[in-house]
């Protein structure tokens, strides 16, 4: 079992900066793919970013390359998402995301956070 607790969201103008993060549980962190989520109103969950159990592979949806930078520490149970030049059109809940593969972590999170917010003022 993994437990999720995300930290960092928030109220912020378009064109600032945020940063997530979010402390895992358990003492086999660094097996886990790590990654974030986000559901914005009326839409469905879409993967924002995710990194493997060593940081060797990462993946960005398009909407946010250039912009988010995920990363992670394994001595510290967390990983991060900074989140730069931020759009309205980023308004979403966040959640935390852990799985036993990247590849399977971007379909099928096998572990999920509570979520928190981001909102994006224009």
């Known amino acids: 079992q993994v437990q999720l607790v995300e930290s960092g969201g928030g109220l912020v103008q378009a064109g600032g900066s945020l940063r997530l993060s979010c402390a895992a549980s358990?003492?086999?962190?660094?097996?886990?793919?790590m990654g974030w989520f986000r559901q914005a109103p009326g839409k469905e969950r879409e993967v924002v970013a995710a990194?493997?159990?060593?940081?060797?592979?990462?993946y960005y949806a398009d909407s946010v390359k250039g912009r988010f930078t995920i990363s992670r520490d394994n001595a510290k149970n967390t990983v991060y998402l900074q989140m730069n030049s931020l759009k309205p059109e980023d308004t979403a809940v966040y959640y935390c995301?852990?799985?036993?593969?990247?590849?399977?972590?971007?379909?099928?999170?096998?572990?999920w956070g509570q979520g928190t917010q981001v909102t994006v003022s224009s």
């Open positions: 358990g003492r086999t962190f660094s097996s886990y793919a």
């Open positions: 990194i493997s159990g060593m940081g060797a592979r990462i």
């Open positions: 995301v852990a799985g036993n593969s990247l590849v399977l972590l971007r379909s099928a999170p096998a572990y």
